[in-house]
């Protein structure tokens, strides 16, 4: 018989363990990467676990957009799937907010979209609207981020009035990380003493690499230190990158100076610098910080324990997933050779 503590993960397990048997392999990943051509590519992704959500494709009506809308689609099911399958209302509520990370990061683009003066393809939103009954992309005709701001709902609206004069896209961003990760981890603190550490060490991971990557933007940008220490994420909840490791990286020079400044947990971070040298771009060290991150989930799942952490990092592989298919998409629909493409798929 299951345990009191155990017991309340059962059902939502049941159905992610079948859900986790449909990701695709390691070998199944390279077989995408070295497809020789888009239709190859598309038709090796039908004969995998995206068979059924893809059903209405076909390699000559589908591109990187189409494919990525059903894959996004994919992704909010699953997390419907999993808040169905939860009853516990601590439980719910903490998948909920996990959840709510797809609306901010919509919300994200948006905004990054209006202040860069860009047409917003809200096509591309992860389809939540139906779920969180806010709809974001009804702002995209907004002629200003004042109009925006007033349209937009809580809790969003008090968020960004309060950093809305910057005009700083990075503040604004941080803004609204500071209260969706705050709100991720108010609701793990309700949860027992166990889940809780299991959540900090995945979504902390993913704060480290938002904390890495938004120092080594300031460094590129050339924006002051002082600036810089005010973007520093939720410290608390930090898992290997603490605010203390951040100083050196902080003050250094450029990028290079900052990325070896970079605590040991981070060292593997360097092996990427010559190629940042060569292309004079951060994509590098984001790709190596997320394989890395790849692989701490991967080693959560081993042996698929009975806990929340066989939940959320089904989740998080699932977005990792999208995010490897979309990369090869992306050079398959351009004729990337495939040994470029390697670099940018972590398996």
């Avoid at 159905?15 to 598309?42: M, N, Q």
């Avoid at 909010?76 to 909920?96: G, I, Q, T, W």
């Avoid at 806990?307 to 090869?328: D, H």
């Amino acid at each position: 018989m299951l345990g009191m503590g155990v017991a309340k993960y059962a059902y939502a397990y049941a159905r992610v363990r079948v859900r986790l048997a449909e990701c695709l392999s390691a070998g199944k990943l390279r077989s995408l990467a070295e497809a020789k051509d888009w239709s190859e590519f598309f038709s090796s992704l039908l004969d995998s676990g995206y068979k059924e959500r893809l059903a209405r494709l076909t390699p000559e009506k589908a591109d990187t957009r189409t494919l990525e809308i059903a894959l996004r689609e994919d992704l909010v099911a699953a997390y419907e799937m999993v808040l169905r399958s939860v009853h516990a209302k601590k439980l719910r509520n903490f998948f909920y907010e996990l959840f709510r990370r797809l609306e901010v990061k919509n919300l994200k683009a948006l905004l990054r979209a209006k202040m860069r003066g860009f047409p917003v393809d809200t096509s591309s939103f992860y389809p939540v609207e139906g779920f969180f009954k806010r709809r974001i992309s009804a702002l995209a005709d907004a002629e200003s981020l004042d109009a925006l701001l007033n349209r937009l709902n809580e809790p969003y609206k008090s968020v960004l009035h309060a950093h809305i004069a910057s005009g700083n896209i990075l503040v604004l961003e941080h803004a609204l990380d500071e209260e969706i990760y705050g709100a991720i981890f108010e609701r793990a603190k309700q949860l027992s003493a166990e889940d809780e550490r299991i959540v900090h060490s995945l979504v902390g991971s993913e704060i480290d690499i938002v904390n890495i990557m938004t120092i080594l933007r300031c460094k590129k940008d050339g924006i002051p230190a002082e600036e810089m220490r005010n973007l520093f994420l939720l410290p608390q909840f930090a898992f290997k990158f603490k605010q203390e490791d951040a100083r050196d990286a902080i003050f250094a020079e450029n990028v290079a100076d900052a990325v070896q400044s970079l605590p040991e947990d981070f060292k593997f971070l360097e092996e990427s610098l010559a190629e940042y040298e060569v292309e004079n771009s951060l994509v590098p060290f984001e790709n190596a910080l997320w394989r890395n991150f790849y692989e701490h989930v991967r080693d959560v799942l081993r042996g698929y324990p009975l806990n929340i952490g066989t939940i959320v990092g089904f989740l998080y592989l699932k977005e990792m997933e999208i995010r490897n298919i979309r990369a090869i998409a992306v050079c398959k629909e351009h004729g990337i050779p495939s040994e470029n493409v390697m670099k940018m798929v972590f398996f």
